[in-house]
Nanobody
């Protein structure tokens, strides 16, 4: 089994920054692919960024502002979020998969964290 624990969410003003962390516990191969998703109540879950053996990818709305990274020694996934905007307000979820490649679709991932709330005020 894999356990994913997110942290780092909070409230910031527009233009501010936050760094989300996702500590993962379990067999290393179960986290070959990792990603960040977000969801606003009443809306579909959106893939924000993912990272795998090929590299990283982002949804268009966060390109140039968010950076996903992975520290294998610390078993931690990060999402550095800069120039935050009110439309970035959402619950952010960490996800993982044993697959070697993945995209931004939720079906690419098997394991999910409980989420951390990010609120950006204007």
């Amino acid at each position: 089994q894999v356990q994913l624990v997110e942290s780092g969410g909070g409230s910031v003003q527009a233009g501010g920054s936050l760094r989300l962390s996702c500590a993962h516990f379990g067999y290393t191969y179960t986290t070959n692919c990792m990603g960040w998703f977000r969801q606003v109540p009443g809306k579909e879950r959106e893939g924000v960024a993912s990272i795998d053996s090929r590299g990283s990818r982002y949804v268009d709305s966060v390109k140039g502002r968010f950076t996903i990274s992975k520290d294998n020694a610390k078993n931690t996934l990060y999402l550095q979020m800069n120039s935050l905007q009110p439309e970035d307000t959402a619950m952010y979820y960490c996800a993982a998969s044993a697959a070697w490649i993945c995209g931004l679709g939720g079906s690419d991932f098997r394991y999910w964290g409980q989420g951390t709330q990010v609120t950006v005020s204007s």
